[in-house]
């Protein structure tokens, strides 16, 4: 009889790779596991060195998936095709570069069951997953007690180095210029960090017509965002960490 199937879904992050180097150890006698990755055109290119470094920590081959309908996984594309960025609830591209990929890939793969990153303080968006998506959720970080400053911690000590965007001052190794954050603190870092990004996200939700940005409970253009402006501070994850403050190679937040 075959092992049952779990998918791990590896995002680039600190979180999901000791998501997967968990399942890997307590479930790879008894089942059968494929750590897989939706790559994402927006993402900072050094998301998948870091791919390469947790595959070699793991060793164990990490796979990409895509949505055959955006073989490119662009998420310009996306938004151009269906011709709005974000709503206050949700974006086409993590629906169709994400969400759309993983159902596609479930439907051949079949898994029995999926572990995503979800980490102590994330408890409610894991009871949420298995709401609304499906009840085979594994939660091997919640279960050990990690935090994301563990799982920096972690990987540090492990000697891989965590994705370069966390060294602009980034709370998480998602799109450069994500489209589901409204915040003035974050477009202004990317602003700052990554101009050619901003321009570009601004030039495309002015063409249509998505105002992604809110401030004063105003939602304004990206072009319409003051320099200056600031909302919540962002989350530093990594300048928490201690093992990470000590290697000076680790640029902490401006």
Not at 177 to 195: A, D, I
Request: proline share 5%; net charge neutral; aromatic share 10%.
């Amino acid at each position: 009889m075959e092992q049952p199937l779990i998918a791990v879904w590896f995002s680039c992050g600190a979180a999901s790779a000791v998501a997967a180097k968990l399942t890997l150890e307590q479930y790879r006698q008894t089942h059968r596991i494929r750590i897989l990755n939706n790559p994402i055109v927006e993402e900072h290119e050094d998301n998948q060195r870091f791919l390469r470094d947790v595959s070699k920590w793991l060793d164990y081959p990490i796979e990409h998936v895509r949505n055959e309908n955006f073989p490119d996984q662009s998420c310009e594309e996306v938004w151009e095709s269906r011709k709005f960025m974000s709503t206050f609830q949700s974006a086409p591209c993590t629906f169709e570069l994400k969400k759309m990929a993983r159902a596609q890939w479930e439907e051949h793969a079949k898994p029995s069951f999926t572990v995503l990153g979800f980490t102590v303080e994330e408890q409610r968006r894991a009871d949420r997953f298995r709401m609304t998506e499906r009840n085979s959720l594994l939660t091997p970080l919640i279960e050990a007690g990690l935090t994301k400053v563990d799982c920096f911690r972690i990987i540090g000590e492990a000697g891989v180095r965590a994705p370069k965007i966390y060294e602009h001052g980034f709370p998480n190794a998602n799109c450069i210029g994500c489209v589901k954050s409204m915040s003035p603190t974050y477009w202004n870092l990317v602003r700052r960090e990554f101009p050619e990004v901003f321009a570009r996200r601004a030039e495309q939700s002015r063409k249509l017509g998505t105002k992604l940005v809110e401030v004063k409970r105003q939602f304004i253009f990206l072009d319409e965002l003051d320099p200056n402006q600031k909302g919540g501070k962002l989350k530093d994850y990594q300048s928490e960490c201690g093992i990470f403050c000590e290697m000076k190679e680790w640029k902490k937040d401006a």
